[in-house]
């Protein structure tokens, strides 16, 4: 089974930086699609960022391209990887529990395998 460790989060000022960092283990991770989603009290889960596995590209929700950085690295046999999210410029609004999430391909709905999350303050 796939496991998905997430960390990182913090309390962080406004303004300020944070890099969450998701350790993957559990399968060969050549060909695993890794996504960050958050989700923030009373609102839906959303999805952030994704690193497909087909070619590596790295799509980003509209409203944190800019802001927030995601990459991955795998180790040299691919039995592990960790993918980490640099979220820089933080605003209260980006408080939540974040999860990474991992599968076959991208998706900003759902994906296949879920870790637990780590939980972002930003205070203003």
């Known amino acids: 089974d796939v496991q998905l460790q997430a960390s990182g989060g913090g309390l962080v000022q406004a303004g300020g930086s944070l890099r969450l960092s998701c350790a993957a283990s559990?399968?060969?991770?050549?060909?695993?699609?890794i996504a960050w989603f958050r989700q923030a009290p009373g609102k839906e889960r959303e999805g952030l960022s994704c690193?497909?596995?087909?070619?590596?590209?790295?799509?980003?929700?509209?409203s944190v391209k800019g802001r927030f950085t995601m990459s991955s690295d795998n180790t040299k046999n691919n039995v592990k990887k960790t993918a980490y999210l640099q979220m820089n410029r933080l605003k209260p609004e980006d408080t939540a529990v974040y999860y990474c999430a991992g599968g076959s391909y991208c998706s900003f709905v759902s994906m296949e395998d879920w870790g637990q999350g780590t939980k972002v303050t930003v205070s203003s």
């Open positions: 690193i497909s596995a087909v070619d590596g590209e790295i799509y980003y929700k509209h």
């Open positions: 559990g399968r060969t991770f050549s060909d695993y699609a």
